[in-house]
């Protein structure tokens, strides 16, 4: 989705561009950022969700399977349409077209018989892995929500020490913004329903992250966190997360069980600032390790992240592996007015 353009505007353009967009529908505004998005989308807008139920019926192909150019409409209409103030819930129409977009998938997976691939659950209901990762999470896909869209996350980018004022996920949709559509339509599925498990993937990576571009909301992303871990059970899986207490109410309500190959590992919110896994442990005794980072190299000689590959480091992902994570600050120093 080439076509859609991530822009800080100042005020009086601010001011120029709502107008506008009430009249053309051309542009979506995201905490206080227009996505501009094209004519084609845009159109979207004027769409009611009955043509949009209507279009996916009248599209079915002689073996009754919606096409995915219908497919990719409907979820390219609930991105427009989404109602922005609400970060993790959907209204009535979204959830039936999800459902018919289920419905539709179990029907694919019964009739070829096997474990859906990544590209298939994409073009089927809209679930999103990367799997063209650069740099160090090079060769490992990742399931992720939205961290622009996560209140969670718009609070700690605000807090002036806080890690999350350095967020790279941030900056990197801002500079890709074809990211956006498909986290937000993971963040709207992964929050709001139990992905049925036959409808679960097979993930094609020795490892797999969760959360490398956004964090935790609801507890249904922790159910289905765990579920996607159990289905790829030969996989080595790990959760970064700064919000384990929706973890610990998924467990407490017995909604699901932390499998075997998954290491949940406490990202801390300070820079510079050591964490003791033990004291967390004692509330959170899931937590497997901690990952701090470090302003400067120097101000800690044991920094043992950050000059490799993670696919052949693995030590996140290792049940064996150092409890304690230090990786030294990549990024530019940044003032919460920056962003
Ligand atoms: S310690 Fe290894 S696995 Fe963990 S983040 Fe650093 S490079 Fe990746």
């Known amino acids: 989705m080439a076509n859609i353009i991530n822009v800080k505007w100042n005020d009086e353009e601010k001011k120029y561009i709502r107008t506008e967009m009430d009249i053309y529908s051309k542009a979506l505004v995201v905490n206080d950022d227009f996505l501009i998005i094209s004519e084609k989308m845009a159109s979207l807008a004027n769409i009611t969700a009955f043509e949009?139920?209507?279009?996916?019926?009248g599209s079915m192909?002689?073996?009754?399977?919606?096409?995915?150019?219908?497919?990719?409409?409907?979820?390219?209409?609930?991105?427009?349409?989404?109602?922005?103030?609400?970060?993790?819930s959907i209204n009535g129409d979204e959830r039936i077209i999800f459902e018919m977009l289920f419905k539709n998938a179990k029907a694919y997976?019964?009739?070829?018989s096997r474990?859906?691939?990544?590209?298939?659950v994409k073009k089927l209901y809209g679930f999103h892995i990367c799997m063209n990762h650069g740099g160090k999470m090079k060769g490992i896909h990742s399931i992720s929500t939205n961290s622009m869209l996560n209140p969670f996350c718009i609070a700690h980018r605000k807090i002036a020490d806080c890690v999350c004022c350095h967020c790279y996920a941030v900056n990197l949709i801002k500079t890709r913004p074809s990211m956006f559509i498909p986290l937000t339509i993971n963040q709207l599925l992964f929050s709001n329903f139990i992905i049925p498990v036959e409808l679960i993937p097979e993930i094609k990576s020795r490892k797999i992250r969760f959360e490398a571009f956004g964090d935790l909301g609801t507890i249904l992303q922790v159910v289905n966190y765990f579920n996607i871990s159990k289905v790829n059970g030969a996989k080595k899986c790990a959760l970064w997360t700064k919000n384990p207490v929706i973890i610990k109410r998924a467990l407490d309500k017995g909604l699901t069980q932390k499998p075997k190959n998954i290491q949940i590992i406490f990202s801390g919110f300070r820079l510079n600032q050591p964490v003791s896994l033990e004291t967390l442990q004692k509330v959170f005794p899931f937590i497997d390790r901690v990952f701090v980072v470090w302003e400067k190299e120097e101000n800690n000689p044991f920094i043992n992240c950050g000059k490799r590959d993670c696919d052949s480091c693995g030590t996140c992902y290792d049940e064996n592996g150092a409890k304690v994570v230090n990786e030294a600050l990549k990024m530019a120093k940044r003032t919460p007015a920056d962003r």
């Open 61 to 88: 192909k002689k073996d009754g399977l919606f096409t995915f150019k219908a497919i990719k409409t409907a979820l390219d209409w609930i991105f427009v349409n989404h109602d922005y103030s609400k970060a993790f």
């Open 109 to 112: 997976q019964k009739k070829v």
């Open 52 to 57: 949009i139920k209507a279009n996916l019926v």
């Open 115 to 120: 474990r859906l691939t990544e590209k298939e």
